[in-house]
C-alpha cells in the first residue's frame, strides 16, 4: 500500500491514497510562488486538480484556530462529488452548515465509522481534538494542537501540567500499529521544540514520523530529523511547501 503525502504548509497536509483524497487543517490558501510547477499540491495548494481522478475525498479540522481551518474547505465540493468533512465539535457553523448530509462535529474520545474509513478522536493540549485514521491498510495520526507546550515563560508548575496533559493523550495510542504520524515540532518553543516528537517516537514508534506546526522554518524538521531518524522510524525533513513525500507500506507490516 502506497501513500502521497503533501506539505500544505504549517499543519495542512494532503495524503492521496488511490482514488482518495484526506486533508488535514488546511489554512493557508495562496499558491507559492513556484515555476514549472503545475499540480496543485506540489504548490501546497488545493485546487481542482487537486481532486483529479478522486472518488472520495475526507477534509479534517482539528479546531478552529486560524492557522487550521479556513472556510475555502466548503468550495471543494464543486470539484469532487464526495466530500466529507470531520470536524472538532467547537467549530461554530451556520445553519447551512450544520445541515450538510456528509458533516461530522466530533468531540474527544468519540469514534465515528464510514464507508471505506474508521476513525477515532483524542484530546488536544490547546484547542479541540487530534485525529486516528484507518483506511486502507493505513494507520494515520494528526495531532492538531496536541503539543508539549513547554513555553519558557510558564512557571514551573505550569510546565508540568503541560507535560502531563500531552502524555496522557499520547499514552491512549501506546500499542497501536501507526503508519504516519503528524506531531507539531514548533521552533517557538526554542530548544524544547522536539520535546512533543521525541516522546511520541520513543512512546508511540510510528513508521513515519512528519512535523507539523512550523509555519515556513523548515531548517527545524531538518534539526529534528537529524536527530531522530532511526531504521524504525523514519522522520521526514520538509524543504518547501508541497513537498511530497512517498509512504510505501511493506506486505509483513
Not at 74 to 89: A, G, M, N, P
Request: neutral net charge.
Amino acid at each position: 500500500m502506497q501513500a502521497e503525502i503533501y506539505h500544505l504548509f504549517h499543519s495542512g497536509t494532503a495524503i492521496r491514497i488511490k482514488n482518495k483524497l484526506l486533508i488535514f487543517d488546511y489554512y493557508e490558501d495562496e499558491p507559492a510562488a513556484q515555476k514549472g510547477i503545475k499540480s496543485s499540491l506540489e504548490k501546497g495548494v488545493i485546487r481542482k486538480e487537486s481532486f483529479k481522478n478522486i472518488d472520495q475525498a475526507f477534509v479534517f479540522v482539528s479546531h478552529g484556530h486560524h492557522d487550521h481551518y479556513n472556510k475555502v474547505i466548503f468550495d471543494w465540493e464543486k470539484y469532487c462529488d464526495q466530500v466529507t468533512y470531520i470536524l472538532d465539535s467547537g467549530i461554530e457553523l451556520n445553519a447551512n452548515l450544520k445541515n450538510k448530509k456528509k458533516l461530522y462535529q466530533l468531540e474527544k474520545d468519540e469514534k465515528l465509522s464510514l464507508e471505506n474509513i474508521d476513525l477515532k478522536t483524542y484530546g488536544s493540549t490547546d484547542e479541540g481534538v487530534s485525529f486516528l485514521v484507518e483506511i486502507d491498510q493505513l494507520s494515520i495520526f494528526h495531532a492538531g494542537d496536541l503539543n508539549w507546550w513547554n513555553w519558557k515563560k510558564f512557571s514551573k508548575k505550569v510546565q508540568k501540567r503541560e507535560e502531563r496533559e500531552y502524555k496522557r493523550e499520547v499514552d491512549k495510542l501506546k500499542g497501536k500499529k501507526i503508519d504516519i504520524a503528524f506531531v507539531p515540532v514548533d521552533p517557538r518553543l526554542e530548544e524544547y521544540y522536539y520535546l512533543a516528537g521525541e516522546y511520541f517516537i520513543d512512546l508511540i514508534k510510528p513508521a513515519l514520523f512528519i512535523p507539523l506546526h512550523f509555519a515556513d522554518n523548515y531548517e527545524i524538521t531538518k534539526f529534528f530529523r537529524e536527530r531522530f531518524n532511526s531504521n524504525q522510524t523514519r522522520v521526514a525533513a520538509i524543504t518547501e511547501r508541497g513537498e511530497k513525500i512517498i509512504y510505501t507500506k511493506k506486505s509483513f507490516d
